[in-house]
């Protein structure tokens, strides 16, 4: 299955042009959660506000995570 990641915020959206194949509903998750690390990790914007939203080919919301506290 391929899902696309999307940032947002109240002003700005970053979309997925990529997305990342994954064989289900388990390995999403973890590969949300380490594409929300490793964009936390590389720029030190406050990413407070932001969520990810993970979409399928058909952009369908499959879930949405935050990424601050």
Known sequence: M???FHLKDA???ILDD???EVS????ARIQ???AI???QEE???DWSGWILTATDAHGRVLFT???GP
């Open 18 to 20: 990529e997305g990342v």
């Open 24 to 27: 289900g509903a388990h390995e």
């Open 2 to 4: 391929l899902l696309y």
């Open 32 to 34: 949300a959660l380490l």
């Open 37 to 39: 690390a490793e964009l």
């Open 65 to 67: 995570l935050n990424l």
């Open 11 to 13: 002003h700005e959206m």
């Open 43 to 45: 720029d030190a914007r």
